[in-house]
């Protein structure tokens, strides 16, 4: 037997080897041929795989073979639907690069799948293009490229070509909105003069310079011979006057000949269209933004999640420059101190009768400062007008700038005590800031007209002075033609040196003047009041804190706060009077550019080193509107005094373009009579007949009239919409919530019944669990004493009979009872009863 058993044994080992080595064999012979086909299949899976989705995660080496075979993709080798698969999965990965900032993932992944994306790209949509009928596709992505690439840096380049933009984006971040949006306003102001001073420097004072007669050959271009001696002096020149008064700056050095040079220049036609356009101009700009500001804001803005908004959405993730990023936090602090001063106003509950009385009383005061500055002005302007009477050679400097000097200190100390009293009222930041506005807005408004009041009186003097003038000119001239034709009627006529040709007194190069010598004036005390009012006080309060009794930044004097109100009304009243006096001074637009580039430089300067953001930090108005009704009612006012003078005042007889005509617009009527058909003149007539102007003009009214109406009504229908969507919102989270608890209550009865149905199985198997805990506790406590549970056995060894369980008879009455569960309704199962026999007997 064991002999067989041995040869069997030695019989499965054979077979096993041979086995084994066939299997050997077959695997050498077969794997340069596995190596292939693996190769093949490689190569196939890649040709055929498209990556839309992610992959379950590979081995390195797996990674490794991947990259090796995907570098070895040739697309030629591509059928025409793994051609069309591949580009549809390179559109996919475009769209997928093109929509990742708003994928709600972390960044990690939006950054790992951005450059898996971006890599599978430039790959295969560069080799799409290679072989026959595909260099069209490759030459529309490589332009689409480079499309992409200039739409890019043009917006880079578009960006960077507006003005100031980084100066203003950092004032903002550490300054608020409010600041920011003076100097946004003074950035817009500054493109209008640059408007204007085109207009008025290409169209008026270089045709004169180049096409006009010279300086010396007629008298209105030669400074008089009385005045020669000082008209280059400093002090001449800084009041405009010698040389300067005699240039192409102001009104009286142009001639009134009709047409100059050799292009035949209508210069006065030229004088008073460019006089009338810069207004007209002025108008449509202003207009014109303020309705696209009340377009862009006429949606309203949706406060809902205000924070959330803020903490989620705030940050830019693109930011690679670290001052940019220190820009950008200060930027998003300051916004939250905005929007957390715009919910304490919200909510703030105040006594009424004490603010009442507290603003009524801040009115009051308000009122007196303005009634005292309006008559030191007229004080002031009458007593100029005493000095002029006996001569201004006689006084000193201080008498003869009085009226502009208290001007420009009215302007600067006014606006401080305003507020100061502002401090009594306690209104909301934004509307503080109108009331300051609109206060000193009356402030400059008064000076200004009580201004214009002193010059129109000065006017008047100059013209009595004009018709003495004229009429000793006269006489001058007949004496002297009488006397030349007396003596010898043959001789040639007497000729005179421009300088000692008398003439009249040029009350429109005065008024031009005025203005002139005011800009200046308020220039030179803005910049004054920069220097010290800010950079030496933030000097001293810098140097002097640690020496110092108590501490300054914190205390008197501290740094200055950026006055917003002051400098806004600043640059409208500036602005007003260089549309009042542009007219009569060619020169006041590019004086303005000018001065408006170094403000822009300096104020941006002393807002970053001398100032400190103000305590409470408001969000200003989105649309700046309030800034551009402000400019536009100066505007309005600006121009009457003009069209004033140029209706109703005769212009001087001996200087500027309108010399010998009764009105300076009949330079219209009279290019109508020489350069147009007689039929457009008479046609112009009857378009000009007052009988059809106030009609025009009534239904301008009419029609201005229907489009606010209806303008109105469109707001109140957007309000009405609003409140209904939000109504509709608040209805809809209600009904979500009724749902929910709905669901929830349903849910708790489920539960309740299933608990019911569980309960009378657990009364029923309690006693058995009971026991079968009892015989676990005994055994265990047997086990702990080393002796195992005794088990009951017969005298043979056999084990108990168990016995059979007992049927019972169920009545029909009881079989409901025990099956259902008491008005539940839901089918109880029933277990069958197990007789045990106990393993242990109890003694």
Not at 72 to 81: F, H, Q
């Amino acid at each position: 037997m064991e002999e067989e058993e041995e040869e069997r044994n030695t019989k499965k080992k054979k077979k096993h080897g041979s086995a084994k080595r066939e299997r050997e064999e077959r695997e050498e012979d077969g794997g340069k041929r596995t190596v292939k086909e693996k190769a093949r299949e490689g190569r196939r899976r890649k040709h055929k795989r498209v990556e839309t989705s992610s992959e379950p995660e590979t081995s390195e080496e797996d990674e490794l073979k991947e990259e090796t075979e995907e570098s070895d993709v040739r697309p030629e080798s591509l059928t025409p639907e793994e051609l069309e698969m591949l580009k549809e999965a390179v559109e996919e990965k475009k769209k997928l690069v093109q929509g990742l900032r708003g994928k709600p993932w972390p960044m990690k992944k939006k950054l790992v799948t951005l450059r898996e994306s971006q890599e599978f790209v430039e790959k295969y949509e560069g080799a799409l293009g290679k072989g026959k009928g595909r260099k069209l596709y490759a030459y529309k992505v490589m332009m689409s490229k480079k499309w992409m690439k200039f739409q890019r840096d043009f917006e880079n380049f578009k960006t960077a070509c507006i003005p100031w933009e980084m100066k203003i984006k950092e004032i903002e971040s550490h300054f608020g909105s409010s600041v920011a949006s003076y100097f946004i306003f003074l950035r817009w102001m500054y493109g209008i003069n640059m408007i204007l001073f085109c207009l008025t420097f290409g169209l008026v004072m270089v045709p004169e310079a180049l096409m006009g007669r010279p300086y010396g050959t007629i008298p209105r271009k030669t400074v008089p011979r009385a005045e020669a001696p000082s008209a280059m002096d400093f002090a001449v020149l800084w009041d405009f006057g010698g040389y300067a008064q005699y240039s192409v700056l102001f009104y009286g050095y142009y001639n009134n000949q009709r047409a100059i040079g050799w292009l035949k220049f209508r210069m006065p036609l030229s004088y008073f269209l460019v006089g009338v356009g810069t207004v007209a101009y002025s108008y449509m700009v202003v207009i014109r933004t303020m309705a696209r500001n009340a377009n862009e804001s006429g949606v309203g803005d949706d406060n809902s999640f205000n924070f959330s908004w803020k903490i989620f959405t705030s940050w830019d993730y693109l930011i690679g420059n670290p001052e940019t990023a220190d820009n950008k936090f200060a930027s998003i602090t300051t916004s939250f101190k905005e929007a957390i001063l715009e919910e304490q106003e919200s909510r703030k509950d105040d006594n009424i009768h004490l603010t009442r009385f507290l603003r009524v009383l801040a009115n009051f005061l308000v009122l007196c400062c303005l009634a005292g500055s309006g008559y030191l002005i007229y004080f002031v302007v009458r007593r100029s007008q005493k000095f002029a009477l006996e001569g201004l050679e006689t006084h000193t400097w201080w008498e003869r700038n009085e009226v502009n000097m208290v001007m420009s200190l009215l302007g600067m100390f006014c606006p401080m005590l305003f507020d100061v009293i502002s401090a009594l009222e306690n209104y909301h930041p934004r509307v503080a800031l109108q009331w300051q506005l609109g206060r000193i807005f009356a402030l400059f408004l008064g000076n200004l007209y009580t201004f214009i009041i002193a010059l129109m009186d000065e006017i008047n003097l100059k013209r009595e002075e004009e018709k003495i003038i004229k009429f000793n000119i006269t006489t001058w001239e007949a004496s002297l033609y009488n006397a030349t034709g007396s003596e010898n009627s043959t001789a040639p006529p007497v000729t005179f040196h421009p300088a000692d040709v008398p003439r009249g007194p040029c009350w429109e190069t005065m008024v031009g003047q005025e203005f002139v010598r005011l800009i200046i004036s308020d220039t030179m005390t803005t910049y004054i009041t920069l220097l010290i009012g800010d950079f030496l006080r933030a000097v001293l309060v810098r140097f002097l804190n640690y020496c110092w009794c108590w501490d300054l930044e914190a205390g008197f004097p501290s740094y200055s706060e950026f006055d917003v109100s002051g400098n806004v009304l600043g640059l409208i009243f500036n602005q007003g009077m260089i549309w009042m006096g542009a007219f009569y001074a060619p020169c006041l637009p590019a004086l303005n550019v000018l001065r408006l580039h170094v403000s822009m430089y300096l104020q941006c300067w002393a807002v970053m080193c001398c100032n400190v953001p103000q305590e409470r930090v408001f969000k200003a108005s989105g649309s700046n509107n309030f800034y551009m009704a402000m400019l536009l009612v100066i505007l309005f006012l600006s121009t009457l005094p003009a069209i004033y003078t140029i209706v109703t005042i005769p212009p001087s007889f001996d200087c500027g373009p309108f010399s010998g005509k009764k009105r300076m617009f009949d330079v219209i009527q009279e290019t109508l009579e020489s350069d147009f058909p007689a039929w457009f003149s008479k046609v112009f007539s009857y378009a000009s007949n007052p009988g059809l102007v106030l009609p025009f003009i009534l239904l301008m009214v009419l029609a201005i009239y229907y489009l606010q109406s209806t303008s109105k009504s469109y707001k109140e229908a957007n309000v009405d919409l609003k409140k209904k969507l939000q109504t509709q919102n608040e209805e809809n989270k209600r009904k979500n919530k009724l749902a929910a608890l709905k669901a929830q209550t349903d849910l708790e009865e489920a539960r309740a019944a299933t608990q019911t149905a569980e309960r009378p199985k657990n009364n029923n198997a309690s006693p058995q669990r009971q026991h079968a805990e009892e015989e676990e506790d005994l055994g265990s406590s047997q086990r702990k004493n080393g002796r195992p549970p005794p088990s009951v056995r017969h005298q043979d060894g056999r084990p108990p009979a168990t016995r059979a369980p007992v049927p019972r008879t169920l009545h029909p009455e009881t079989h409901r009872s025990l099956g259902y569960l008491p008005g539940g309704g839901f089918p109880q199962q029933r277990e069958p009863r197990m007789h045990r026999v106990p393993s242990l007997q109890r003694h």
